[in-house]
T-cell receptor, first 109, second 116 residues
Framework: QQPVQSPQAVILREGEDAVINCSSS?????VHWYRQKHGEAPVFLMILLKGGEQKGHEKISASFNEKKQQSSLYLTASQLSYSGTYFC??????????FGTGTSLTVIP | GAVVSQHPSRVICKSGTSVKIECRSL??????MFWYRQFPKQSLMLMATSNEGSKATYEQGVEKDKFLINHASLTLSTLTVTSAHPEDSSFYICSAEPGGGRETQYFGPGTRLLVL
């Protein structure tokens, strides 16, 4: 039931791109993306509600493939401030919400 | 932007005592608030959904008699960990929704509980 994220961890140099994937075994109504810094609560990044929807702002965007029950988060030209753990959150058609397994992202100079 | 506060931010208590954690939406009304627990290096786990004026809905495996939730107003929900034990030590986070659906959740800063 808990969505599986990949990769589990990734290290990037400033300016490099990254893709984080979130895969669910259930039919989804929506996918949320969050970033959590160590010792802090998660910060909401974006929500995708429709199949095939793609959203983004600045250099962080995401897509949602409803048929494949998958979502991907795209980080381009990464900055040091992007470091943290990224979680997807999925709401299935039965109104159950689960956070994903998490992806640790470290951006180094 | 929407702000959610939690109090206290950290608490240390002895085994067997009860601890109350408050979650407040400061600049909006929240019909629904959520309580999560996060163990070190693990994902957040939803504990319960709190609706103003009605009983909370607990996730499977969460003891409702141990984790008492009260959502007395549209801006305040409380989580009371009763008879706390060391295994209850965790990071507890609340979130609140301005609207009726799970469109956007605003998270509180979290409460770190340590039970000795």
């Amino acid at each position: 039931q808990q969505p599986v994220q990949s990769p589990q961890a990734v290290i990037l140099r400033e300016g490099e791109d990254a893709v984080i994937n979130c895969s669910s075994s259930k039919a989804l109504y929506s996918v949320h993306w969050y970033r959590q810094k160590h010792g802090e609560a998660p910060v909401f990044l974006m929500i995708l509600l429709k199949g095939g929807e793609q959203k983004g702002h600045e250099k962080i965007s995401a897509s949602f493939n409803e048929k494949k029950q998958q979502s991907s988060l795209y980080l381009t030209a990464s900055q040091l401030s992007y470091s943290g753990t990224y979680f997807c959150g999925t709401e299935d058609t039965g109104n159950q919400f689960y956070f994903g397994t998490g992806t640790s992202l470290t951006v180094i100079p | 932007g929407a702000v959610v506060s939690q109090h206290p931010s950290r608490v240390i208590c002895k085994s067997g005592t009860s601890v109350k954690i408050e979650c407040r939406s400061l600049d909006f009304q929240a019909t629904t608030m959520f309580w999560y627990r996060q163990f070190p290096k693990q994902s957040l786990m939803l504990m319960a959904t709190s609706n103003e004026g009605s009983k909370a809905t607990y996730e499977q495996g969460v003891e409702k008699d141990k984790f008492l939730i009260n959502h007395a107003s549209l801006t305040l929900s409380t989580l009371t960990v009763t008879s706390a034990h060391p295994e209850d030590s965790s990071f507890y986070i609340c979130s609140a929704e301005p609207g009726g659906g799970r469109e956007t959740q605003y998270f509180g800063p979290g409460t770190r509980l340590l039970v000795l």
